[in-house]
C-alpha cells in the first residue's frame, strides 16, 4: 500500500546556491548567494524501483547579491528521485526590501554519490518583475550543495 507523508520541516538546515542572472532590461549580469533551508515536504513512493519518490516542496531563506542587496527567498517545486538522484522543476520568488519581486521558473538535476552530501545544477528563465524589475527579462543558471540532509531519510514502505 502506498503511503503519502507530508513533513513539515522547521529545522535550519541549509544548502548554498550560487546564481547568477542576465536582465536584458539593462544588459547586465549580476551574481548572488542564496541559503536557504526547507519549510515543506510531501511525498510518494514510486513501485518501479527501491527508493523512488515523487513529491512537492518549498523553502524559503535569503537571496544576497554581490553588491549587498539582500531579498527574501522562496522556491516552490516538484522533484522526481531516485536515491536522491534526479530532476527538480520549480519556480522562484525573491522579495526586495523595497517591496519589488521577480519570479523565475528553473529545471535542475540533483546528485549525490555515496558517502558524500547531494550536488545540484539548474537553468532557468526570469517569468516576471515587479516596480523596479517589471520587463524584467533573462535567465538564470546556478549550481549549489547542501551542506546537511534537508529532510529525514525517505523510508518506502
Known amino acids: 500500500m502506498k503511503k503519502l507523508f507530508l513533513l513539515s520541516v522547521t529545522a535550519v538546515v541549509l544548502t548554498i546556491t550560487i546564481g547568477s542572472f542576465i536582465a536584458n532590461a539593462n544588459a547586465e549580469e549580476s551574481n548572488f548567494r542564496v541559503t536557504n533551508y526547507l519549510t515543506k515536504l510531501e511525498y510518494i513512493p514510486v513501485a518501479d524501483v527501491d527508493k523512488h519518490v515523487v513529491g512537492t516542496y518549498e523553502r524559503r531563506g535569503l537571496a544576497i547579491f554581490e553588491n549587498g542587496e539582500v531579498a527574501a527567498y522562496q522556491t516552490i517545486g516538484t522533484y522526481d528521485f531516485v536515491d536522491y538522484n534526479g530532476p527538480f522543476h520549480g519556480y522562484s ?16 538535476t540533483m546528485t549525490q554519490e555515496s558517502g558524500k552530501m547531494p ?6 528563465e526570469y517569468l516576471k518583475g515587479t516596480d523596479k524589475y517589471e520587463g524584467i527579462k533573462g535567465t538564470i543558471s546556478f549550481t549549489g550543495e547542501y551542506i546537511a540532509h534537508s529532510a529525514p531519510k525517505m523510508k518506502v514502505f
Open 93 to 108: 520568488t525573491m522579495t526586495y526590501k523595497d517591496g519589488s519581486t521577480t519570479v523565475a521558473k528553473y529545471d535542475a
Open 119 to 124: 550536488t545540484f545544477m539548474g537553468k532557468g
